[in-house]
């Protein structure tokens, strides 16, 4: 909100300096965003004087003037009756914005350049003599900026009002908050208006039909008012804020609004069948045609002001086509009411129309400050429309309610702020705003105030907002800075963060790199994954008002934002990339309100396994790289009775069919790791083959082990032995392997891979396959001797097990 | 006879202290201790001397055969040891073979780093869902329906009761509902609203606070922050608590701090105030006491909220919040 001090000015005397009053309001919680110069647009309007007055060869009533501006003499078309060689007058140049909104350009009058503008007090916001250009005093220096040649100044602030304080959307309101930081007095405007009769009941009558939606709603009736400009004081205070002054009766709305914070609505009484108002909710299905000349749908919740006939206004909202002050309007109609926030709120979010009205209503206007408009505005509209007010007002108040009085406790007030206030101290603090102390408390009680807020303050309704209050008056920056007891009971971090704190290092330590992509998916990132029907990742969590469409619903997946990320890079030249995520994914679940959340850990490797130099050639990683990330991450974490088995052809969506291992422990799925599908890169726009894996925090955090017990290392030497077989390609390692270390004594520590080899001398569809085995033990130095036909059995078996054939 | 043996053993030892090499070292062997060795030869030649003699010249000779033995050795170490001086050594300017190194997220670095201060303070860590009831988001908190402090959070809505949490907050309900006081909690997390501009994201991150005891003051949480504040950046950055306002905190504070760019002189980041902006903070309002059961005349507390986002933009110097989710790894790789 914007207020001028000048306007302020007319309620509080302002000491203090415009940047020290901003700084001061900011810190009683009225943030000012922006302290502006108000006559800033007059910076392109200088003193000029007209040197040559000529007729204007294509019109008769206009003149072509050559001016001096301090800096050039420019050619100016003007058609003033009052211009005259030698008169200084303002000279706008192109570019100045008029208070209209017109904005100035150079242009061809008539086939005549004008390279600027000679201005009326009326075109400059100054006064409102539109008659002819401004004549100005001969003393001043040509070439000078009229604001300073004139002494024009006025500071606007812009206020950032927080919705809890309504009672400061309106200078009154900014003015008793100054006041209350000065310690000065406010002045009110006079808001009496003697009524002779009450004649106005014989006139009209108001009927509240909704008392909920409406609980007060006073009316003024106005006789014999010509519509017109407003003078120009009126004009002016309006235009020191940033309204545009309309016409002297709408002018006065607005003015008293912005001065008392009261929204006020002006009919034009002969356009009201049968000089009635009525106060009702819409009919279902009921439309209406507002101001701006839209036509709004209503609904049954929504409150109408209507006429003997139709309705004439959205209550609180906006006015009507039908009841709008016209030129000819001579009888006028003043609304001056209290709406239900509540009921304000929803029609202007239904009908998705804001106005300064509805703002302030949703926001909580004074139930208390209806009558006292109402007085204000009639008093100023017959003063500047030459009508009269209709002796008399009508307050139809259904809704009526006492402010109720706080019981405040000095010492709990300085409990919860850590101050040590007197009672005294707290008192005039809220007496400086408004807020009456009450004399009723036992004489006894030392500690206790009654407080009865004033009606404007609707936020106040328990002790913490006085508390609040007085906090906010005594400066929260003289509270004294303490620190809480914080006993030594902290508790370790969860399984989950220690986890993600690890993983993050580990994931550093592999040469990944940490992205964070957003939360949100697509619709469609079903399909781009070519996920099946009856896959839960399908179960979107979707957003009903997305800011865009691929960011349309909850991601159930961290891939298709690795792969974002990897098109992103590419696009950037960036073709190598080691990237990883942590991040939660959400499926919906239909038989709960909220989704299920997972942690996820996502990692993705692309392109070189190292880059080309001086140490050898580019390597493309493969499928066995990130494989092996996955098995030290598990490895580090002491998850070691893993699995990878192979996806079977008909699982594979998002990976490629015989290049995709589903990872299991302790008979769960703990994720998946292979190479993606040409399809799916296709659909994310990548030209380059990717590797990831996926790992579900949930399943791995049971696997995690509290604690590690420590096995005895081994005293004595080993001796290894190796076996080399020949096998059908088809047979996985992983099958070999563990049937070598199957029915083995003791003395068998370990079997290891040492080598695969396919092509010759090995025969087309057969491949050589090396084991290690480690024999060892724990009593003894081992001889040769007991070895041998341990290792002899063992060789045997996996030649009679898998067919297999030793090497020639 | 004596003195020949005893100078050839000198002069071997002369050859050695020169040899710079092992193969010269084991030529001075060969040519000494060798089969055909001057040494060797000496040996056999004692068999030729007068008998009485024999005994103490074998003696010696065989002394000096070893020492030279040892001698031979000892250099042959030392070569090994002090390397080659012959050889020429290698290029150590040339790259050495690269070690993978990731690289962590700067928001992660920060949220950690909040974290890490609050933890050290007492605070435990608490999480929550991100998906989130109005109720827990809203209502619980005292924003009522149909009030106009919902207009501060441009909200994501799921269904009318289900929205993307809009702030960290929802988990103060949710903490509260589960244990009694005393409530010593930071959660941090993700948090959604519906902007995007330079400085919004539609995801964001967020670390609150939350302290609920016996004798909690405004000054205790002037206090905390304080002390955050002055970890985070530096003791010199001071703070400015202002009212605000927030539904579920009762006296509410905004929390400016110093300019960290222009220490308060006033810059483009500031917006020429000399201040920014970082917290927002307030105690605890006793409807959120009544909504979770909590004796509210004997409780009180304070909380408080940050966006991790907006202090990884001031420690980083980062001036577009959307870089942070870009994912550039010429931009990650800087952190
Ligand atoms: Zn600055």
């Known amino acids: ?808 | 006879m004596d003195n020949s043996i005893d100078q050839i053993y000198q002069e071997a030892l002369q050859e050695l202290k020169a040899a710079a090499d092992r193969q010269t070292v084991e030529d001075i062997r060969v040519r000494y201790l060798g089969r055909k060795g001057i040494i060797t030869q000496f040996l056999r030649n004692i068999s030729k001397l007068p008998a009485d003699q024999r005994p103490a010249a074998g003696k010696q000779a065989n002394q000096l055969k070893n020492l030279l033995d040892e001698a031979c050795q000892e250099t042959t170490h030392n070569l090994e040891t002090v390397g080659e001086t012959a050889a020429g050594g290698i290029d150590v300017s040339l790259p050495g073979r690269p070690a993978p190194c990731g690289s962590l997220h700067p928001i992660t670095q920060i949220n950690q780093r909040i974290c890490d201060i609050f933890t050290q303070m007492g605070f435990d860590i608490a999480e929550g869902p991100e998906v989130e009831l109005d109720y827990y988001n809203f209502e619980a908190l005292n924003f009522p329906k149909d009030h106009p402090a919902r207009d501060m959070q441009d909200t994501f809505f799921v269904s009318d009761d289900v929205v993307l949490r809009t702030h960290t907050s929802p988990l103060q309900i949710r903490t509260m509902e589960k244990q009694p006081p005393p409530v010593r909690i930071i959660m941090p997390g993700k948090v959604y609203r519906c902007d995007s501009d330079l400085t919004h994201t539609p995801m964001f991150h967020q670390v609150e606070g939350l302290l609920v005891d016996e004798n909690i003051s405004f000054g205790d949480l002037k206090g905390t922050l304080t002390a955050f504040v002055h970890q985070m950046f530096d003791e010199q950055t001071s703070l400015r608590f202002r009212p605000g306002f927030f539904p579920f905190t009762e006296p509410s504070a905004e929390v400016d701090i110093l300019c960290v760019m222009c220490r308060g002189k006033g810059c483009r980041v500031c917006s020429r105030t000399g201040w920014l902006e970082i917290l927002g903070s307030g105690m605890v309002h006793p409807a959120l006491y009544e909504n979770v059961g909590y004796d509210a005349d004997r409780y009180t507390g304070f909380a408080f909220g940050m966006g991790v986002d907006r202090i990884a933009m001031l420690k980083f110097g980062i001036d577009d919040i959307r870089k942070f989710f870009e994912n550039d790894i010429r931009f990650l790789s800087q952190f």
């Open chain 1, 1 to 808: 909100m914007k207020v001028s001090l000048s306007w302020l000015n007319d309620y509080v005397n302002i000491e203090m300096a415009p940047s020290d009053l901003a700084e001061a309001l900011t810190m009683v919680g009225l943030e000012i965003e922006s302290v502006s110069e108000r006559y800033r647009y007059l910076d392109t309007v200088y003193v000029g004087r007209i040197e040559e007055i000529g007729p204007h060869p294509n019109a008769d009533k206009l003149h072509l003037c050559r001016v001096d501006t301090g800096r050039e003499q420019i050619s100016v078309v003007c058609g003033a009756p009052n211009a005259e060689i030698g008169m200084l007058s303002p000279i706008a140049l192109p570019g100045t914005e008029f208070p209209d909104g017109f904005v100035l350009e150079k242009n061809v009058i008539r086939g005549q350049t004008s390279a600027g503008m000679l201005c009326s007090e009326g075109e400059l916001g100054l006064g409102d003599d539109r008659s002819g250009i401004m004549s100005l005093d001969p003393s001043l220096s040509v070439g000078d900026q009229l604001a300073s040649a004139l002494g024009l100044s006025d500071t606007v602030f812009e206020i950032e009002i927080t919705p809890n304080r309504p009672d400061c959307l309106s200078v009154i309101g900014v003015a008793r908050e100054i006041a209350a930081i000065q310690n000065s007095r406010l002045t009110y405007p006079d808001f009496k208006l003697e009524d002779k009769d009450n004649s106005i009941s014989r006139q009209t009558s108001i009927k509240i039909e909704a008392p909920d939606h409406c609980p007060r709603y006073v009316a003024r009736l106005l006789e014999d008012i010509q519509i017109k400009p407003s003078p120009f004081w009126l004009q002016e205070r309006l235009l020191s804020v940033g309204l545009r002054p309309i016409n002297n009766i709408v002018d006065v709305t607005n003015f008293v609004l912005m001065e008392t914070g009261q929204p006020l609505h002006a009919f034009d009484f002969d356009r009201l069948s049968e000089n009635r108002i009525v106060v009702r909710t819409a009919n279902k299905g009921e439309t209406f045609i507002t101001l701006d000349q839209k036509e709004r749908f209503l609904d049954a919740e929504m409150l109408m002001i209507c006429d003997g006939a139709k309705a004439v206004a959205i209550g609180g909202v906006m006015g009507g086509l039908n009841s709008e002050i016209e030129d000819d309007t001579t009888r006028v109609l003043l609304e001056s009411a209290y709406f239900n926030p509540v009921s304000i709120r929803r029609t202007t979010k239904q009908l998705g129309l804001g106005t300064d009205a509805a703002y302030r209503f949703e926001r909580g206007v004074d139930p208390g400050g209806t009558i006292t408009a109402a007085n204000r505005a009639a008093k100023l509209m017959a003063e500047v429309s030459g009508g009269r007010a209709v002796g008399g007002l009508i307050d139809e108040y259904p809704g009526r309610q006492s402010v109720k009085s706080l019981k405040l406790s000095t010492q709990k007030t300085n409990r919860l702020l850590g101050t040590r206030l007197q009672r005294k101290q707290i008192e005039n603090l809220l007496k400086s705003i408004e807020f009456t102390i009450g004399q009723k408390t036992a004489a006894k009680d030392k500690d206790t105030l009654v407080v009865t807020p004033p009606s404007f303050r609707v936020d106040i309704s328990r002790p913490e907002d006085l508390m609040e209050e007085v906090a906010r008056l005594f400066g929260y920056n003289n509270i004294p800075t303490t620190f809480p007891q914080m006993p030594a009971t902290g508790r370790l971090s969860t399984k989950e963060i220690n986890l993600r704190n690890r993983t993050r290092l580990l994931m550093n330590g592999f040469g990944f790199r940490e992205a964070i992509n957003y939360s949100f998916a697509h619709r469609q990132s079903g399909d781009h994954l070519r996920l099946k029907a009856a896959d839960p990742r399908r179960q979107l969590v979707n957003i009903l008002n997305p800011l865009t469409e691929d960011q349309a619903a909850m991601r159930t997946s961290l891939v298709p934002g690795l792969l974002q990320t990897a098109h992103y890079n590419f696009a950037q030249q960036i073709k190598n990339l080691r990237i990883f995520e942590i991040g939660k994914i959400f499926i919906d679940e239909t038989s709960q309100q909220l989704p299920t959340e997972n942690e996820v850990l996502a990692g993705l490797w692309t392109g070189s396994r190292y880059e080309a130099s001086w140490h050898g050639h580019e390597a493309q990683c493969d499928f066995y790289d990130i494989k092996g990330v996955v098995e030290a991450f598990l490895n580090a974490l002491q998850i070691n009775d893993v699995q990878f088995s192979r996806l079977p052809e008909n699982e594979c969506t998002y990976t490629r069919p015989g290049y995709s291992a589903q990872i299991l422990g302790n008979q769960t799925r703990l994720g998946l790791v292979g190479q993606l599908h040409p399809q799916v890169l296709a659909n994310f726009d990548l030209a380059q083959a990717a590797f990831l894996f996926e790992l579900n925090f949930d399943n791995l955090i049971p696997l995690l082990k509290d604690t590690t017990v420590s096995r005895p290392t081994p005293k004595f030497p080993a001796i290894f032995r190796d076996i080399t077989i020949i096998v059908n390609t088809a047979l996985e390692t992983r099958e070999i392997i563990s049937t070598a270390l199957k029915q083995s004594p003791e003395l068998v520590e370990d079997v290891r891979l040492l080598s695969v080899f396919e092509g010759t001398p090995i025969a087309p569809g057969n491949k050589s396959v090396s084991l290690r085995v480690t024999y060892r033990s724990p009593q003894k130095t081992l001889e040769d001797e007991a070895v041998t036909p341990i290792h002899q059995s063992i060789a045997d078996r996996l030649v009679k097990t898998f067919n297999a054939s030793l090497p020639a």
